[in-house]
């Protein structure tokens, strides 16, 4: 599975992605894995309403299931336009 | 239908004109330009497009069909680049044809209320001094709520 993050969030975790193993359950449960991982993880997940998230490319919640899912992509809200 | 997610600069009137006269039922073409804008206080050396790859056409791909099904439209382009910019350049534009103006204006103010907030892009502001990404508005989220 591989985890992107775009804009701050890439920057304050230090990797524009990753590869993890696949996993079940939801992106709240993905999110309180990274979190534990690192100072820098805690950091960039602190606020989760500074944060949306999209799996495979779709914009969700956090509650989505990421069964199955290839991508899992976390950014700020978008500044397009 | 036509989405470019590009980081080359493009001619907005060889776009306007290429799409104008591409319409052989339309009676009305709108067109929208954003172009990046010095900060208030001056100073902006850049503006930085970050985007998502990918994502970025999909996103614009959906928005250009509800666009299509909520208005009477013969054709969309939607143009949004990504990259070093530089204040006064021309960073996205959006065209929709329809027989009638109101199907036209109405559909592209759709699109770009809907493209500021659900297309995954991220501006960061660059000055000698700062880099400051650019966070979003509550207005931009609250103009979703008209459609």
């Known amino acids: ?81 | 239908m036509h989405i470019l997610v590009q980081q080359a600069a493009f001619d907005m009137g060889a776009q306007v004109n290429d799409f104008t006269s591409a319409q052989d039922a339309s009676g009305a073409v709108v067109t929208f330009t954003g172009i990046v804008r010095d900060l208030p206080q001056g100073g902006l050396q850049h503006m930085l497009i970050e985007h998502y790859p990918g994502m970025t056409e999909k996103a614009l791909t959906e928005i250009a069909h509800q666009a299509r099904t909520r208005w009477a439209l013969d054709d969309v382009l939607v143009i949004h680049r990504y990259g070093m910019l530089i204040p006064g350049e021309t960073i996205m534009m959006v065209a929709t044809a329809s027989a009638h103006r109101k199907n036209a204006f109405e559909a592209a103010d759709f699109l770009m209320d809907y493209l500021k907030s659900r297309a995954p892009f991220w501006k960061k502001e660059i000055t000698s001094a700062t880099a400051d990404w650019v966070g979003a508005k509550q207005a931009d989220e609250q103009a979703l709520n008209r459609w």
């Open chain 1, 1 to 81: 599975m591989k985890i992107l993050y775009f804009a701050w969030v890439r920057e304050r975790i230090g990797l524009p992605s990753e590869e993890l193993e696949n996993r079940s359950g939801t992106v709240r449960d993905l999110i309180e894995d990274l979190r534990a991982r690192e100072e820098r993880y805690a950091a960039a997940f602190a606020d989760l309403s500074a944060l949306r998230v999209a799996v495979d490319q779709q914009l969700t919640d956090f509650d989505a299931s990421i069964e199955g899912a290839s991508e899992v992509a976390f950014f700020p809200p978008m500044t397009g336009g």
